[in-house]
């Protein structure tokens, strides 16, 4: 009995040279990178963890080797260490993991906020007694906004007659590389009434023709200033704007004199011509 028992035990210990017999499973717990500026590298930490089964009757090294999969062309993914040994020991089984970085850095310009997917691929080839195992894990990354700015054709300048109305219109290019919500505020408008829509809507690399009337309230000259806000849906904290100053005059209509002294002269005349006539 003695003889078939340890038999055993050495046909147990002589496993083939291409895999062990102890079962092992990685896992690997990463989360998504926050948007990534042009230009600019973000890190994560991921934690690759090797658990093995029962039978480790004396301890051996297994490499873990990591990599990225499926890399969009806009980014370069680095991995440090892309590779560890974890020597797995214990009769009963147990489980050992190391942190490694991940970098991401966005080497051109891209549709901002797409979140598009990545594999990570971490594995090992086991040893004499480990099997191989292999995980994968999906994270999504996305860039940045880049702040391109706003290019705005406007006209030179307004001029206008008191009381009269006129529209103004701009030709906005929005230069970012995501769609952005425009507002227009103005500044030294004493004297003229703006009038126009808000919260425009323009895609990224799009042109949008833009209304703005005016009403001459007052006959003056004045450089009104008109500040171009904008910012990606939903990015509140990434508002910017530009200023553009447009010289605006407003004047009083002529002949409004002229008709006057006109009245006063046909009034006169009509006098004239009564008293005369009376006389007759």
Known sequence: MKKIFAMISLFMLLPTASAGFISSSINIDVDDPPAIPMDKSVTVNANITLSWGFGMIFPLPATIEVSAENVPSWLTVSISPDNFVITPSGFTGGEAGKNVEISFHAIRETTAFVG??????????????????????????????????????????????????????????????????????????????????????????????????????????????????????????????????????????????????????????????GLWKRKR
């Open 116 to 273: 598009e997917s990545i594999t990570i691929r971490a594995s090992t080839s086991g040893n004499f007694l480990l099997k191989s195992s292999e995980a994968t894990h999906t994270i999504y990354a996305m860039e940045d906004f880049v702040d391109n700015g706003l290019t705005i054709e406007a006209p030179s300048g307004v001029n206008m007659y008191k009381g009269e109305e006129t529209t103004l219109h701009f030709n906005v290019t929005n230069k970012c590389n995501a769609p952005v919500y425009l507002q227009i505020e103005e500044e030294n408008v004493s004297g003229f009434t703006f009038s126009h829509e808000n919260n425009f809507a323009i895609g990224s690399k799009e042109r949008k023709d833009i209304s703005i009337k005016i009403k001459a309230e007052e006959a003056m000259e004045e450089k009104v200033k008109l500040k171009f806000i904008y910012y990606p849906p939903g990015h509140d904290e990434k508002k910017n704007y530009q200023e553009i100053e447009i010289p605006i005059t407003s004047k009083t209509r002529g002949g409004g004199g002229s008709l006057a002294i006109g009245l006063v002269v046909v009034v006169v005349l009509l006098i004239i011509f």
